[in-house]
T-cell receptor, first 112, second 114 residues
Framework: QKEVEQDPGPLSVPEGAIVSLNCTYS??????FMWYRQYSRKGPELLMY????GNKEDGRFTAQVDKSSKYISLFIRDSQPSDSATYLC????????????FGGGTRLMVKP | DVKVTQSSRYLVKRTGEKVFLECVQD?????MFWYRQDPGLGLRLIYF???????EKGDIPEGYSVSREKKERFSLILESASTNQTSMYLC?????????????FGPGTRLTVL
């Protein structure tokens, strides 16, 4: 079993929908939780990160961490065609070390 | 803006060839990383470096080596390319400390080994 699990999709939604992307993980030592976005033929770029449990909001994006369930989510409100990309969760910290452990990525398609 | 560049976007090599992938960053970052990305497997760390002439093995170093002679440049070497090394290779850099959460990635090199 992989340390970080993520549904590969593709997830197809109409423009304006609320999107929920999720990851589960097995290592309770992780402390930092990141979401990266990767457009086709580009490298990933950091969207946002949270430390420990809780929510963090940035514009249309909300990241949520539930350490008790080992579950993290990224919500996208009012999704746009420009949000079409692969979303990768990543984690690090504690005795899990400083290296990032990535999920496999979820491909999102937002249709106009 | 941080810029991470990789020497080639697409590369086709033959089995047994020695392959060099170059990565350059322009933000004076101490940390540099090489990953490979395969469908469904996400990014897997091959090697990383915290300083010039310093290297550490990641999760999948077999069949690879690296070189960091200058702070801005980190090279990945496939000593004898094999078909199972066909993949997307991504280089990244980051400053130390809490900002290690933000890795700056290059555009990737798609390597095909025939």
């Amino acid at each position: 079993q992989k340390e970080v699990e993520q549904d590969p999709g593709p997830l197809s939604v109409p423009e304006g929908a609320i999107v929920s992307l999720n990851c589960t993980y097995s290592n309770s030592a992780f402390q930092y939780f990141m979401w990266y976005r990767q457009y086709s033929r580009k490298g990933p770029e950091l969207l946002m990160y949270t430390y420990s449990s809780g929510n963090k909001e940035d514009g249309r994006f909300t990241a949520q961490v539930d350490k008790s369930s080992k579950y993290i989510s990224l919500f996208i409100r009012d999704s746009q065609p420009s949000d079409s990309a692969t979303y990768l969760c990543a984690m690090r910290g504690g005795n899990a070390g400083n290296m990032l452990t990535f999920g496999g990525g979820t491909r999102l398609m937002v249709k106009p | 803006d941080v810029k991470v560049t990789q020497s080639s976007r697409y590369l086709v090599k033959r089995t047994g060839e020695k392959v060099f992938l170059e990565c350059v960053q322009d933000m004076d970052h101490e940390n540099m990383f090489w990953y490979r990305q395969d469908p469904g497997l996400g990014l897997r760390l091959i090697y990383f470096s915290y300083d010039v002439k310093m290297k550490e093995k990641g999760d999948i170093p077999e069949g690879y080596s690296v070189s960091r002679e200058k702070k801005e440049r980190f090279s990945l070497i496939l000593e004898s390319a094999s078909t199972n090394q066909t993949s997307m290779y991504l280089c990244a850099s980051t400053p130390p400390g809490v900002r290690e959460n933000e890795q700056f990635f290059g555009p990737g090199t798609r390597l095909t080994v025939l």
